[in-house]
């Protein structure tokens, strides 16, 4: 079972002395070094064992698992282990939803995802046969099947590298071995302290989420936000059980974050607060296939939750994006 012993908190004080031409850059370099380092030495410590087929890896939304398993697949390959990547977002199928009694669909429950194909799909590519995975298009939400040159396979000597909420579920990780891979659980695990504590790990995964939704799913922030309930319930009955398979532990929490993510975050929701206030915000996207045919799940709450978050959000420094390395993290939700 991973441990979870790096937990990183870090105060508003903390983050406002780093700032200045010269102290920022070092912080935001130390801070990326330390993320970087720990995905080497996954990779180093994979690459020992040559009868290693497989990564599997987990972690709740916004954990960063898309870079993180693209930047492990390409230090495997770096290393001489040809990597492919396989995301199980590509699997989801939108039919057979369940909801809670607000009528929000669950797209976080394993149901969700054409397990089966998925599963088959991981232990012929483990096998050395090649395989043509969908692709999921998060803007129209539909699966798109993929051109016959985009199939591919690991081979006999190569890598799989699996990513998704459910990555580590034994339907998809039971296709290899204990001793034939690795298990990895990602989430960013601190907290961000001004006298009380301003945001902890869950909150830190939905000012990601909102900042990304905003940019490149058609989301507003009050409708992530509504649907925030929904998406952490489905995570509760999963977290545990995946956490218990993972032999490692990664936190993508980076210490300088708050400063890129806060500010954007709150930009996010004053847009979307100032929309409700002028009777124009949209309905919310992941209440379309809701059986209760209305815009918002519990729009009183999402608004409540997005006030506070404001008043956290305002005692944050606000630095560029720019800032940003290009090979960051972070640039999964910030990122064009």
């Known amino acids: ?17 780093h700032l200045g031409e010269k102290k920022l850059p070092e912080f935001i ?3 990326e070094k330390t993320f970087v380092s720990r995905t080497d030495a996954i990779v180093e410590e994979f690459c020992a064992d040559k009868s290693k087929r497989a990564v599997f890896v987990s972690g709740p939304t916004s954990s960063g698992k898309t870079t993180f398993t693209m930047r492990l697949a ?14 199980l977002d590509d699997y989801y199928q939108m039919c057979a939803l369940k909801y809670d009694r607000d009528g929000r669909p669950d ?20 096998a050395g046969k090649k395989v043509k995975p969908p692709r999921f298009n998060f803007m129209t939400r539909q699966i798109e099947e993929r051109d016959d040159s985009e199939a591919f396979s690991i081979g006999e000597d190569g890598v799989l590298v699996v990513e998704g909420l459910h990555g580590l579920s034994e339907k998809i990780a039971g296709a290899a071995s204990a001793e034939h891979s690795t298990k990895v659980f990602i989430m960013p695990y601190g907290n961000v302290f001004c006298d009380t504590k301003l945001m902890d790990s869950e909150e830190i995964r939905m000012l990601r989420r909102i900042v990304r939704d ?9 409708a992530t936000v509504d649907y925030w309930p929904m998406i952490a319930r489905s995570e509760e009955a999963y977290y ?7 032999d490692i532990h990664v936190n993508s929490f980076l210490g300088y974050e708050s400063l890129i993510i806060a500010p954007l975050a709150l930009h996010d929701i004053n847009e979307s607060l100032e929309l409700t206030k002028n009777g124009k915000l949209p309905p919310s996207i992941f209440m379309r296939q809701s059986e209760k045919n209305r815009p918002y799940a519990d729009l009183s709450a999402a608004l409540d939750k997005c006030s506070r978050l404001v008043r956290h959000l305002e005692k944050i420094p606000v630095v560029d994006p720019a800032h940003v390395p290009t090979e960051s993290i972070l640039n999964e939700f910030i990122g064009s």
């Open 74 to 87: 390409a230090g495997l390959s770096a290393h001489g282990r040809k990597a492919e990547f396989l995301s």
């Open 29 to 31: 370099h130390d801070c």
């Open 1 to 17: 079972m991973a441990e979870l012993n790096d937990k990183l908190d870090i105060t508003v004080e903390e983050l406002e002395e």
């Open 214 to 222: 905003s940019r490149h799913r058609g989301a507003s922030a009050v």
């Open 107 to 126: 797209f976080e429950t394993i149901d969700s995802l054409d397990i089966d194909r998925a599963a088959a799909d991981v232990a012929d590519l483990i």
């Open 240 to 246: 545990q059980d995946y956490l218990t398979r993972a």
